[in-house]
C-alpha cells in the first residue's frame, strides 16, 4: 500500500511524543511544522528517525496552548494514510469538538485473574503474523476491527481469523479508514469524512465488506484515528452499532518501540481494553505485542472478546 499522505501525531499521555513516519512520507513541510511546535514548545525536539519517537517532558506540554482538535492523550490510531495522494486536509471549524471516546469491559473482579479485551485494528496494509500467530497458538480471543481495504488484500489472513471462530471477533473498522467525523477536520493530517452521508458510507462500506468476505454482521464500529463528533457518533449509533473505545493505548498506532508496548499493555488491568494495530509487521510495536500478549498469559490474564461480556462507554458510545 503506498501512502503518500504525510503524518505524525503528538501523543501526551507520559510526555509529548512527536511521532515520524518513514523519512520518505515526510518533506519540507512537516519538518518546518516540527521545528514551528519545538519553538512554541520552549524545548528542544530532536528529529527521531523513521519509527521512532522525539520526546518532551510532561512539564512542557502544560505550557501548550489547548488545541481545537486536541491531539488528546489516546491518540490510538496514528495508524492511518489518506485514501489516495498528498490531499490538503480542510481546516476544521472553530467549535468543532471531537472525542476519543474510552471502553472497559465489566471487570472479572477474581484476584489474578484480570479480564482484558484485546482489540486490534486491521487499518489497512498486511497482517502481522508475530500477533496473529500468538494469538492462535496460545488460543487467544480478541476483537479484530477491519477495513474493507484490508480484507481485499489479506485473505489468508482472514481465513485464519473465519476458521478460529472461537477465537477472532470481527467488527467494522470502515471501508477506506477515513476518520467518522461529519464535518471537514483534518486528524493527524488526514481529511475526515466531511459529512453525515460520508460518515454513512464510510460505515456501511465497511460492513458490506465484511459481509461480502463471509464475515457475520458487525456490530462494533471503530473508525480511523478512533476520534468522532458527537453527532457522527449519534448517526453511527442509529446505525445500529455500538462505538468501540478503549481504555489502554497499546501500540500508539503502531508507532511505539516494542519495549514500551510491551510495558503498556502488559499493564493493563482488570476490566481494561486495549487497542493496538495488527497490520504493519515491520512496526517494532508489533514484537512488543506479542510479548505482551504472553506477559499477560503468564499472568493468568482472562482475554475477552467485546461480543461476549458487558462494556461500558462514555460519550454515548453504547448506552
Ligand atoms: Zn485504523
Known amino acids: 500500500m503506498r501512502r503518500t499522505g504525510r503524518k505524525f501525531a503528538v501523543e501526551a499521555a507520559d510526555a509529548i511524543t512527536i511521532r515520524l513516519p518513514p523519512s520518505e512520507l515526510y518533506g519540507p513541510a512537516i519538518m518546518k511544522n516540527l521545528v514551528l511546535a519545538s519553538a512554541l514548545l520552549l524545548a528542544p525536539v530532536s528529529m527521531a528517525a523513521a519509527g521512532q519517537t522525539a520526546t518532551i517532558q510532561p512539564v ?3 505550557t501548550m496552548p489547548a488545541p481545537v482538535v486536541a491531539p ?3 491518540s490510538g490510531t496514528a495508524n492511518a494514510a489518506p485514501k489516495s495522494g498528498p490531499k490538503a486536509a480542510p481546516k476544521q471549524a472553530p467549535s468543532m469538538k471531537l472525542v476519543e471516546p474510552h471502553l472497559r469491559v465489566a471487570r472479572s473482579d477474581i484476584k489474578g485473574h484480570a479480564r ?15 500477533i496473529l500467530s500468538v494469538l492462535v497458538a ?3 480471543p480478541a476483537t479484530i476491527f477491519v477495513t474493507a481495504r484490508w480484507l481485499k488484500h489479506n485473505p ?7 476458521a478460529n471462530p472461537d477465537l477472532f471477533e470481527l467488527e467494522n ?7 467518522a467525523v461529519d464535518k471537514p477536520v483534518s486528524i493527524y493530517g488526514i ?3 466531511g459529512s453525515p452521508e460520508a460518515v454513512r458510507l464510510e460505515v456501511q462500506g465497511g460492513a458490506d465488506a465484511m459481509l461480502a468476505s463471509g464475515i457475520p454482521a458487525p456490530r462494533w464500529f471503530r473508525g480511523s484515528t478512533a476520534k468522532y463528533d458527537l453527532s457522527a457518533i449519534a448517526q453511527i449509533r442509529a446505525m445500529g452499532y455500538r462505538i468501540a473505545g478503549y481504555s489502554v493505548n497499546g501500540d500508539g498506532g503502531s508507532l511505539l518501540g516494542a519495549a514500551i508496548t510491551e510495558k503498556r499493555i502488559s499493564s493493563a488491568r482488570d476490566g481494561d481494553v486495549v ?6 509487521p515491520t512496526h517494532a510495536a508489533g514484537e512488543g505485542v506479542a510479548k505482551a500478549i504472553l506477559d499477560l498469559k503468564a499472568r493468568g490474564t482472562q482475554f475477552v472478546r467485546l461480543q461476549d461480556v458487558e462494556d461500558s462507554g462514555d460519550d454515548d458510545t453504547t448506552e
Open 156 to 162: 489468508q489472513a482472514l481465513q485464519v481469523m473465519l
Open 191 to 193: 481529511a475526515s469524512a
Open 72 to 74: 488528546s492523550s489516546g
Open 138 to 140: 496460545e488460543r487467544i
Open 60 to 62: 512542557v506540554a502544560a
Open 116 to 130: 482484558v479485551a484485546l482489540t486490534f485494528d486491521a487499518c489497512m496494509g498486511k497482517a502481522d503474523e508475530r
Open 173 to 179: 473498522h470502515g471501508q477506506n479508514h477515513i476518520p
Open 275 to 280: 487497542i493496538s494495530h495488527i497490520n504493519q
